[in-house]
Nanobody
Framework: QVQVLESGGGLVQPGGSLRLSCAASGSFFRIVAMGWYRQAPGKQRELVATFNWGGGINYADSVKGRFAISRDNAKNTVYLQMNSLEPEDTAVYYC??????????????WGQGTQVTVSS
């Protein structure tokens, strides 16, 4: 059973920093990409940042220059370093893993979500 497990999040003041982690676990063939999405109350889920295992990183325009995604290939883990946080970054952050469970097909796996609240 493939899972993606998140950690991190919490309450931080505006201008502060947080780091989220997400690890893929279980038996699988290979990872296509892992990344982060977020959903604020009353809004649709939106992409924050993704790391493509074959190369390439994508960021939402709203977080460019403030957030950085990185990976530890040996640990099948991605990290999201969030700096200069703003109240508008308040949301539930979900980890996504696009993973081949076998050689033939991939699926999207989602974490349970972690709350990030930016408030003074």
């Amino acid at each position: 059973q493939v899972q993606v497990l998140e950690s991190g999040g919490g309450l931080v003041q505006p201008g502060g920093s947080l780091r989220l982690s997400c690890a893929a676990s279980g038996s699988f063939f290979r990872i296509v990409a892992m990344g982060w999405y977020r959903q604020a109350p009353g809004k649709q889920r939106e992409l924050v940042a993704t790391f493509n295992w074959g190369g390439g990183i994508n960021y939402a325009d709203s977080v460019k220059g403030r957030f950085a995604i990185s990976r530890d290939n040996a640990k099948n883990t991605v990290y999201l370093q969030m700096n200069s946080l703003e109240p508008e970054d308040t949301a539930v952050y979900y980890c996504n893993g696009r993973i081949y469970s076998d050689m033939r097909s991939w699926s999207d796996y989602w974490g349970q979500g972690t709350q990030v609240t930016v408030s003074s």
